[in-house]
């Protein structure tokens, strides 16, 4: 058995997901799913599935066709109730899998932002330890709508949509646990025009700056959300 974790392309890997795995002895396997590595045909040997990041968005499957083979795949995962834990694209394809809508947010999220924990949440085991306001990295253009049957836990002031839980152990998280500083120097590089379009409302240098400062607290809270769910679907 061993944990399944799929990847949209190379500069957002599992990053502190990964350093929690390799420390705890968890086995794991990237599917780099942008370059053509297939998606498992079985899902018995899976314990859980992660689902990364990406530049893409759920709606553009004519441009990236695997985006079609990764719903499939969703739904046969969500229908079996195995747990999955997507992160940004990763929880707005688990959204989409469901039936629920993913379109633009009200404005982009890039950078450093405070979701609040709803009552859902603040009684959740993912979020258990975790204070009712929390820090965390964003980096979005779309947002979705909370699954039919879904727990809305965590809101922020832009996107009133955070996090979910739908059943005992599925979950989606608008934001990113699994980035390092290293990775958000990365992205800032890579994804310059999309900064640039923003006409300076978001200053990479400042992002850059809170991301040497809080590297070390989001690596602790990011383990944190890596025991809790490890925990809850018994796998550590």
Not at 56 to 83: G, H, Q, R, S, T
Not at 141 to 149: L, M, Q, R, S, Y
Not at 206 to 231: G, I
């Amino acid at each position: 058995m061993k944990v399944i974790i799929i990847k949209h392309i190379d500069i957002e890997g599992p990053g502190t997901i990964a350093e929690f795995l390799d420390d705890k002895n968890i086995p794991y396997e990237v599917i780099d799913i942008f370059n053509g590595e297939p998606l498992p045909d079985s899902l018995s040997n899976a314990s859980a599935i992660l689902i990364l990041g990406g530049p893409m968005n759920v709606y553009e499957e004519d441009k990236y066709p695997f985006l079609k083979d990764e719903n499939e795949f969703l739904k046969e995962a969500i229908e079996k109730d195995l747990p999955i834990l997507g992160f940004c694209l990763g929880a707005q394809l688990i959204a989409k899998a469901k039936g629920a809508t993913v379109k633009k947010a009200p404005e982009k999220e890039i950078g450093w932002f405070k979701i609040s924990l709803n009552s859902n949440g603040l009684n959740d085991p993912l979020f258990q330890g975790f204070p009712g306001e929390i820090d965390v990295f964003q980096w979005h253009g779309d947002t979705f709508e909370i699954p039919e049957g879904a727990h809305k836990l965590a809101k922020s002031e832009i996107c009133p949509n955070q996090a979910f839980r739908i059943g005992n152990n599925i979950y989606g998280l608008q934001f990113h646990v699994e980035v390092t500083e290293k990775m958000i120097q990365q992205w800032l590089d890579a994804y310059q025009d999309e900064i640039d379009s923003l006409k300076g409302l978001v200053n990479p240098n400042q992002v850059m700056f809170d991301a040497k400062v809080k590297s070390e607290s989001y690596r602790t809270q990011a383990r944190l959300f890596c025991s809790n769910f490890f925990k809850l679907i018994q796998v550590s």
